[in-house]
């Protein structure tokens, strides 16, 4: 047994394993931040579109708090899938098999913009009880995705350099 790389506290594993970690790596190159910004765009772009059609929706049918903010989230996630299944689509992949790959690919970041996004509107005062007219929604559901971005984006560069998120998609691009 060895360590990962001879460090502190690091834990040991076996010379294949090490030897497959280092090529698990090598695959992926190196991860730029650049990288993991467009990931998460392509991401926060599914879970705005979701959750402005949510309200719209919710506002349409008056409905209260908890209904739009649940239908917002579920939107969100359809349209987040939608997004990357159009492109492995595109590659050839049948409907199942696109999207499994897009629930590898997007659930994490999805759910964690969602829990960002929704916290901030949440603790925004007035935000939540703001119609589709008022500038408190627009302002605080742009700064929400923002921190939801600026919070997610690490994270995508984390999972992308691990060959997971975003990074099962790059195989179908062309």
Same mark, same amino acid.
């Given at each position: 047994m060895t360590t990962t790389h001879g460090h502190p506290g690091?834990?040991?594993e076996s010379e294949?394993?090490?030897?497959?970690?280092h090529d698990e790596h090598a695959h992926m190159g190196v991860v730029t931040w650049s990288m993991a910004a467009q990931a998460t765009l392509h991401c926060l772009t599914g879970c705005a579109i979701? +959750?402005? =059609?949510?309200?719209v929706i919710a506002t349409a049918l008056d409905w209260p708090n908890l209904p739009s903010i649940l239908i917002a989230i579920l939107l969100a996630f359809i349209f987040g899938?939608?997004?990357t299944m159009r492109?492995?689509?595109r590659a050839g992949l049948s409907f199942r098999a696109a999207f499994g790959v897009a629930l590898a690919a997007d659930t994490v970041s999805i759910?964690?913009? +969602?829990? =960002?996004?929704?916290?901030?509107?949440?603790l925004v005062p007035g935000a939540m009880d703001a119609g589709l007219s008022d500038a408190l929604f627009w302002e605080s559901l742009a700064g929400s995705l923002l921190v939801a971005f600026l919070l997610t984006?690490?994270?995508?560069?984390?999972m992308i350099g691990r060959g997971k998120g975003h990074a099962v998609v790059h195989q179908y691009h062309h």
């Amino acid at each position: 047994m060895t360590t990962t790389h001879g460090h502190p506290g690091d834990h040991p594993e076996s010379e294949v394993e090490h030897a497959g970690h280092h090529d698990e790596h090598a695959h992926m190159g190196v991860v730029t931040w650049s990288m993991a910004a467009q990931a998460t765009l392509h991401c926060l772009t599914g879970c705005a579109i979701g +959750e402005v =059609l949510g309200m719209v929706i919710a506002t349409a049918l008056d409905w209260p708090n908890l209904p739009s903010i649940l239908i917002a989230i579920l939107l969100a996630f359809i349209f987040g899938y939608a997004l990357t299944m159009r492109g492995v689509l595109r590659a050839g992949l049948s409907f199942r098999a696109a999207f499994g790959v897009a629930l590898a690919a997007d659930t994490v970041s999805i759910t964690l913009m +969602e829990i =960002l996004d929704n916290s901030v509107v949440a603790l925004v005062p007035g935000a939540m009880d703001a119609g589709l007219s008022d500038a408190l929604f627009w302002e605080s559901l742009a700064g929400s995705l923002l921190v939801a971005f600026l919070l997610t984006t690490p994270v995508n560069r984390w999972m992308i350099g691990r060959g997971k998120g975003h990074a099962v998609v790059h195989q179908y691009h062309h």
